[in-house]
Structures are given as C-alpha cells and as structure tokens.
C-alpha cells in the first residue's frame, strides 16, 4: 500500500507540476522551457499510473481522489490559497474513496 501511495503522490506531483509549467507559459508569458518541461512531467504523469498493481479504471478513479487532495495543497502551499473547510471536507472525503477503491479488501 505504501508503495501504491506513493505513486499516486508522485503521478500527482508530476501531472500538477506539469500543468502548473504549460500554465506560467501561456499565461504569464514565460519561457518555451516552461512549456518543454511541463510537457516532459505531463509524460512521466502518464507512465506511473502503469506502475499501480490494480487495473485501470480502479488506478485512475483513486488517483482522482489523490488529485483533489494535493491540488488543495498545491494551491496553499504554491498559490498560498488557504484551504476552507469545505476544501478540508471534500479533500477527506476524496481521499476516504481513495482508500475504499484501491485498498479495501475484495473476495
């Protein structure tokens, strides 16, 4: 488990980061490297998901709920958004699905 978790966190990062990049790029005018290495994290976003033991639409409908949690964060800690507590709320009740979907046990 703590290995699934932590590709999650670092599939997050990568596709968060990557997405933030392209975004200074095109929204605030900054470098093509901007873009070039948002693009290269975006890749590396999608290869680590095919490192989840579980099938598919069970990897990415828990990664969604993985997403939602470090966005929150992202946006508090890089954005300096401080999250609410609804941000709070749905963020736990996002990572509970995490944990139902991909750890629960199955027969």
Do not use: H
């Not at 699934?4 to 968060?16: D, Q, R, T, W, Y």
């Not at 994290?41 to 993985?66: C, D, E, I, K």
Request: charged fraction near 10%; aromatic fraction near 14%.
């Amino acid at each position: 488990m703590i290995q699934s978790l932590m590709l999650f966190i670092l599939a997050g990062l990568c596709e968060i980061s990557g997405g933030y990049l392209v975004w200074l790029w095109l929204r605030d005018g900054k470098s093509l490297w901007f873009a070039a290495m948002g693009i290269i994290l975006l890749g590396l976003y999608a290869v680590l998901p095919t490192l989840q033991a579980a099938n598919f639409g069970r990897v990415y409908a828990a990664y969604g709920g993985v997403f939602v949690v470090l966005a929150i964060l992202w946006g508090w800690m890089v954005d300096r958004i401080i999250p609410d507590k609804f941000d709070v709320l749905g963020g736990g009740i996002a990572l509970i699905g995490v944990f139902i979907i991909m750890y629960v046990p199955r027969q």
